[in-house]
Structures are given as structure tokens and as C-alpha cells.
T-cell receptor, first 114, second 109 residues
């Protein structure tokens, strides 16, 4: 089944403890992206990647890191999480970044930082 | 600045028709997307418009007017399972998506 797989689905952590949210897609998509979604706000892009070894900042990159060493994986790293990073996170992928193929989203990761 | 506006919430009756409007202002334009998102779940792709006009896909249709910076999503023969948030997103000249906050659609029997 073609899908984007995110793990974990739920995570509660403490301030300052490094964490990684994994994202993997099995559709051979070139483009991958991370978003956060907060109540009353639209999806906000954190980082995106047009291809392997190519990553760029989105609208809200502060406090996050990413890597794209293989086409299928695009992990999101929070080196020192803070409570303002409590949010619902989505990974998405697309055949290309040009939009006409649509984006496939992962199931989401609900992160709580205390 | 870049901005997407859509109503926060709408209510409609099962079996009826509802139109969800979206206006956008982005730096350049490479298409307009609609996504459906049930509470706590991932957004799922509904439609993509890059040319003016109406595109019909079963019970759902999407319309675009580039000169007016305006789109709407039309849902016919509403079913209870259509209760969800509907997200409008415009793709700018850098192929980045600018998202609206979403319209929560409540369907009543």
C-alpha cells in the first residue's frame, strides 16, 4: 500500500530532551515536507526537501533539524524541545514539488513537551 | 504578504449542498488545492485547480477564478461522513503551499 509512515503517533517528553520523529514513504517521491498544525492556524511548513541531500527551511524552522540521506526517509529532529513545540506534526510527500500530483500526508504525530 | 481566507465554521443539513469559499493572495500562483481533514487525522487530497473554471469529481466540485483570487469547494448530497475540516491551500511562485486555517463543516441530520 502506498503510504507515508510517521512514528510515533503520540509522544510526551520533557523540555530539553532530544527527540526524533521518523517519516518514511514507499512511493519513490522526490519531494518531502514537515508541517506543524496548531488550533486556529493553517498548516505551517517547517522544512522541506526537493530531493536527496537537498533541504530548505520553511516558514517556522527554528528549533528543528532535518536530514534527507535517502529518498524514502525524512526524519524531524528536535535537539532541545520546548513547550512551544507542543503541536500536531505531519510529514507529507509528493512525486514532485510542483503540486499537480497532490501531497500524501502521514497519520500525524501529536507531541507534548512539558 | 501571503494570505488565505476561508470561513472558520459552516453548518449544513444532510442531503443538501454547501459551498465553501476561499480567497487567496500569494506571491505568484501555481495552483489551488483543497484537502479534507477529519478530526485528529491526516489531510487527504480532494482537488487541484490551476486553470479557471469548474472541475467536477463525483459529489465534490472545485472552482477557480485566478483574476479574483477566489476558489470554492462545492459539496453535493451531503452525508454525515462529510463532517470534517476543509483546507484551502495556494501554491506560490516557489511551489510552496500557503494554507488557510480550514473550514469546519458540521452536518446535521
Amino acid at each position: 500500500e502506498a503510504q507515508v509512515t510517521q512514528n510515533p503517533r503520540y509522544l510526551i517528553t520533557v523540555t530539553g530532551k532530544k527527540l526524533t520523529v521518523t517519516c518514511s514513504q514507499n512511493m519513490n517521491h522526490e519531494y518531502m515536507s514537515w508541517y506543524r498544525q496548531d488550533p486556529g492556524l493553517g498548516l505551517r511548513q517547517i522544512y522541506y526537501s526537493m530531493n536527496v541531500e537537498v533541504t530548505d527551511k520553511g516558514d517556522v524552522p527554528e528549533g528543528y533539524k532535518v536530514s534527507r540521506k535517502e529518498k524514502r526517509n525524512f526524519p524531524l529532529i528536535l535537539e532541545s524541545p520546548s513547550p512551544n513545540q507542543t503541536s500536531l506534526y505531519f510529514c507529507a510527500s509528493s512525486l514532485s514539488g510542483t503540486g499537480d500530483y497532490g501531497y500524501t500526508f502521514g497519520s500525524g504525530t501529536r507531541l507534548t513537551v512539558v | 504578504g501571503q494570505n488565505i481566507d476561508q470561513p472558520t465554521e459552516m453548518t449544513a443539513t444532510e442531503g443538501a449542498i454547501v459551498q465553501i469559499n476561499c480567497t487567496y493572495q500569494t506571491s505568484g500562483f501555481n495552483g489551488l488545492f483543497w484537502y479534507q481533514q477529519h478530526a485528529g487525522e491526516a489531510p487527504t487530497f480532494l482537488s487541484y485547480n490551476v486553470l479557471d473554471g469548474l472541475e467536477e469529481k463525483g459529489r465534490f466540485s472545485s472552482f477557480l477564478s485566478r483574476s479574483k483570487g477566489y476558489s470554492y469547494l462545492l459539496l453535493k448530497e451531503l452525508q454525515m461522513k462529510d463532517s470534517a475540516s476543509y483546507l484551502c491551500a495556494s501554491m506560490d511562485s516557489n511551489y510552496q503551499l500557503i494554507w488557510g486555517a480550514g473550514t469546519k463543516l458540521i452536518i446535521k441530520p
